[in-house]
């Protein structure tokens, strides 16, 4: 009977002892699943919600502007490729594309050799006017383009190139000033990312390579420059994105319609009277191809670049 009563009085106690913490950890799995639950449910509807008007465009690029006219934009049917014709022949798609790859790759090439410069030696040495240096060339992404166009604008007007440069005999109506406008606002940009990146470089690489006898300019390019290849992706796809569509100050700088970049041409699609919006979807489909080209090719690149040091402690 003694045995059985210790027994009886035992069993409540490991009972009280075990069940709480089966009971926090249980819990503690509920609210880690419904969290979960709820972030997916969240990225899934701002996914949706992000994806819906490209996807519209594209299904609308698509499709013919009578049966829509008839029908309505939220039917399905009417498929056609006319509209890709039309827009390219409509819109001068083989000019227009040869005037940004124009600009755009000179301007994209430019701006991350001299945000390599710049960074470099922000860096990988100390001296008085380190920061500030950085924040002279970062200062340019702080004001709006709006507030600097007359400045600009008579800057370029006044300053005269030889005819062979530019026909205006200025670098007004020039693709040589479109190039240079675009790479004096990005380079800060570009800069002080860059400059962060070389900063995680370890400096021990640096000092074997000059007990090894590498210069400065060994060091930058043979040492730097490749291991900074994720960041240099990852950049370039951002800015030429950025320039390729780069609209304003082309209208402000350019004077002639033959040298306009491609995002120009949707004004050439729409009509006096009407605007068949399908072929504009066509139209901003096909402006879009190259930056989605360039983006699929560096995507490793690119994703590597963006997501280094996340797991540094």
């Known amino acids: 009977m003694t045995a059985t009563a210790h027994q009886a009085n035992d069993a ?3 009972v009280s002892t075990r069940n709480p913490v089966t009971a926090r950890r249980t819990s503690s799995g509920r609210r880690s699943r419904r969290g979960r639950l709820a972030v997916q449910g969240f990225l899934a509807l701002v996914a949706v919600l992000w994806i819906f008007p490209v996807g519209y465009a594209v299904l609308a690029s698509f499709r013919d502007y009578s049966y829509t006219a008839q029908h309505g934009y939220l039917s399905f049917g009417g498929f056609t490729l006319q509209n890709y014709k039309d827009a390219w022949a409509q819109a001068n798609f083989s000019q227009t594309m040869v005037n940004s790859a124009i600009v755009t790759i000179p301007a994209v090439a430019l701006t991350l050799f001299l945000s390599c410069c710049v960074a470099f030696v922000v860096a990988r040495f100390s001296f008085k006017f380190n920061l500030a240096l950085l924040g002279l060339f970062t200062a340019a992404n702080l004001l709006p383009p709006q507030a600097l166009l007359i400045p600009v604008y008579r800057m370029f007007r006044s300053i005269e190139v030889p005819f062979w440069f530019s026909e ?9 000033g479109l190039i240079a406008v675009n790479v004096a606002f990005q380079t800060g940009f570009c800069a002080f990312v860059l400059s962060n990146y070389m900063k995680a470089l370890p400096r021990e690489l640096y000092e074997s390579a000059v007990v090894d006898g590498a210069g400065v300019l060994r060091q930058f390019f043979q040492l730097t420059l490749p291991l900074c290849r994720p960041a240099l992706a990852a950049l370039a796809t951002l800015e030429v994105t950025w320039i390729y569509n780069e609209f304003f100050w082309a209208t402000v700088l350019l004077q002639s319609g033959d040298k306009y970049p ?12 009407f605007t068949d919006n399908n072929l504009v979807a066509a139209g901003s489909v096909v402006i879009a191809l190259p930056t989605l080209i360039v983006f699929f090719v560096l995507q490793k690149q690119f994703v590597a670049g963006l997501t280094l040091g996340a797991t540094k402690g």
């Open 12 to 14: 409540p106690r490991q």
């Open 168 to 176: 205006s005999g200025t670098l007004l109506n020039s693709y040589w």
């Open 262 to 273: 491609v995002t120009s041409s949707l004004n050439n699609l729409r009509g006096e009277f």
